[in-house]
């Protein structure tokens, strides 16, 4: 008895192999007629091709399967098939990690984002208020070892009575107190009408959250060839987000840097959920650089350090964050923003201190 299960496994076992045999082949001719159909423009899913295939299959179906298990079996067949087409449309996305396009690595004024190695800090107050505030920010950060400088000057708020930024002014601010601290300049652009004052007094292009999907704004910048930083929106998926950055790559801007700043969820206890698997999988389908920006991810200054710490370990490039000369009377994020003393230790607590491009490997021990 055990010698014929033997004998008939061994048949069973031949089989398989035949059958991934078969299954292979299957595929690779699925995989030519994906092919022909993304340069065609056509849709990978036919119903009705599907329905004829079921059609013969069932036909010539003599048992021992009854013909709605040969039904279920096929169905999972095709199904893979298809899951194989869309991987190989998925590659031909500009913003897709594959063999032949190496890490991105975007250079404002010689700092390098996305080389692996050294994650950068971008520090500075969330808006741009007086020649004061901005000056001795960036005096701050710049004697930190910081060459990120951020500020907005367009500020997109909730309420429309809220303070809405200096506008042109205040990048003109932000630019000269770079300029004096030998800083680079990130600010937020809302309105491509503003390109050119952005060209002239800013070195990275902050897209917000809530222009995610402004895809006039998209267009234009991807024109430009400034670097732009590209935040998540509050409710947009890993793949919008990621599809917003192609239109940028798509226009011809090259120099894309992703920011994840945390979901809308139904936790009010912070003021987003910092999607930390967002990092990963970002850093994993594409070649680009990701920064993680943890100010507003949180909204809380005692999340600062755990949230930084998680998102270098998990692969981030970067850090983002707000600090203002006295949060308690700044114009926007008074909650989130730190002062002077909180930054220092931030800097401490984070290991951004020892020479502000801390090796991960060997601050998280890992
Ligand atoms: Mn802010």
Redesign the pocket.
Known sequence: METKIRSLRDDIDKLNLEILEKLSERAKIAEAIGELQTQTGSSHYDPVREAEMLDALTAANDGPFSDATVKSLFKQIFQASMQLEQEQDKKTYLTSRSKDRGDTIVEIRGTRIGTGESPVLIAGP?AIESKEQVDVTAAKVASRGVTLFRGGAFKPRTDPYSFQGLGEEGLKLGRAAADAHGLAFVAEIMDARDLPAFEQYADVLQVGARNMQNFTLLKAIGQSRKPVLLKRGLSATIQEWVMAAEYLLYEGNPNVILCERGIRTYEPTTRNTLDVSAVALAKQETHLPVVVDV??SGGRRDLLVPLTKAALAIGADGIMM?VHPNPAVAL??QK?QVDFDSFDAYLEATGYDKKLTPDRHEVYGF
């Open positions: 969330c100010t507003h707000e926007s994020d989130q």
